[in-house]
């Protein structure tokens, strides 16, 4: 009798601690959500507004992960890079960076390995470890080249959790298209290629965005044995509107990472129709449809008599020549430049053998910096 007792008040014990857990579940998944929000609120407020750079910063983060009232109020505190000039969460590597500052940040090329990480800098230091942000790896084809961009150092795959977007060139290396791997706005449309229809027929995973949006055109113009100077280069970024430059001008903001598969059927259209925008950029000639997108193109340097060399002011940033570096302003495609058209919103050169330094801004997000750089590093048969 006592045997049986005993059974029955392990039992009773086991379902109270069984139901008492699925209670703090449905409350919020710990102890922690029972807090009073206003309490609540003020705490992770001083944790924000304290822990305002990395690596302490990865406390706000932490925060984020202890249940789902804590994540509801730290998204509600932390405000976007363009606001708040910092980088929090994964997202922001796709938001637009900031207004008011530029994010000073670099790249590390392996080239035994072809594969490229972007950091952000937290010194100023050139010797500055930084935090990890996302890396691409080259993929040569026989008619182009791709780079496939990650937001893991040790998994990059388009058929990745961690697949962010790619960056595909023509067979010359003078035209680059930037690709997303999920809609970058609402009523985006999905271009199609032969990547992604395998992509789409294995099924990699429930959970990867394997879409292939197109946002950004890249063109550098053709230049045999530099015969025309330095390189000259043109940026079309289709999801920016040209007027956000302007005074009270927007550039639209992806608030999360889409956990939904973009998996469309064989009976859609889309899936059987070429990408004839695509094809006709990366084999046509150089030109670009007025849909008012923002345009942007390379600051034209000088020439130093003293020096004998084609110079830019990096402001100390850049350290060697190299074809490679460039400084790209907004172009005005009618009427006169305003002051919005000198500033510099992405700059890129080499302090280094296989180490480069890349800073940007709004309106453009660290991944379509990141990506335009990319082209950069390209072999380009008919540019030099």
């Known amino acids: 009798m006592k045997c049986i007792a005993r059974l029955r008040s392990r039992r009773v014990i086991q379902d109270h601690l069984l139901r008492s857990s699925n209670e703090a579940a449905v409350g919020g998944g710990c102890c922690w959500a029972n807090l009073p929000r206003e309490l609540l609120w003020e705490v992770l407020l001083r944790i924000e507004d304290s822990e305002s750079s990395w690596p302490q910063r990865k406390n706000v983060v932490a925060c984020a992960g202890v249940c789902r009232s804590w994540r509801i109020i730290i998204k509600q505190i932390v405000k976007v890079p363009q606001l708040s000039g910092k980088l929090t969460f994964p997202i922001s590597v796709k938001q637009p960076g900031p207004k008011d500052s530029i994010l000073q940040c670099f790249i590390k090329r392996n080239r035994s390995t072809q594969t490229y990480y972007l950091y952000l800098g937290l010194t100023n230091s050139l010797l500055d470890v930084g935090k990890f942000l996302l890396a691409a790896r080259k993929c040569r084809r026989p008619t182009c080249t791709d780079y496939i961009i990650s937001l893991q150092a040790e998994d990059i795959s388009k058929g990745s959790n961690a697949y962010v977007g ?49 946002m950004a055109h890249i063109s550098y113009e053709l230049n045999t044995l530099g015969s025309r100077g330095p390189r000259r280069m043109q940026c079309s ?32 259209p889309i899936f ?51 074809v490679k570096n460039f400084q790209l302003v907004a172009s005005p495609e009618d009427g006169p430049a305003g002051p919005e058209h000198n500033k510099i919103i992405l700059q890129f050169g080499k302090v280094g053998k296989d180490l480069f330094t890349m800073d940007y801004q709004y309106p453009i997000s660290a991944f379509q910096a990141f990506a335009i750089c990319l082209s950069s590093f390209d072999t380009k048969i008919a540019c030099e």
């Open 166 to 214: 790619r960056l595909r060139s023509n067979f010359l290396g003078t035209k680059f298209s930037v690709f997303d791997g999920q809609p970058p706005h609402a009523g985006a449309k999905m271009g199609k290629s032969k990547s992604s229809r395998l992509a789409n027929l294995k099924q990699v995973s429930p959970r990867v965005p394997s879409g292939n949006y197109p």
């Open 237 to 268: 970024m289709n999801t920016i509107p040209a007027t956000s430059i302007g005074p009270g001008g927007l550039a639209p903001t992806q608030a999360e990472f889409s956990l939904n598969n973009v998996n469309p059927s064989p009976s859609n």
């Open 272 to 322: 059987h129709s070429k990408s004839a925008s695509l094809e006709n950029f990366l084999s046509g000639p150089l030109s670009y449809q007025k849909n008012g997108g923002l345009v942007m193109t390379n600051k034209a340097p000088r020439w130093h008599e003293q020096l004998q060399c084609w110079c830019l002011n990096f402001h100390g940033r850049v350290t060697v020549a190299s």
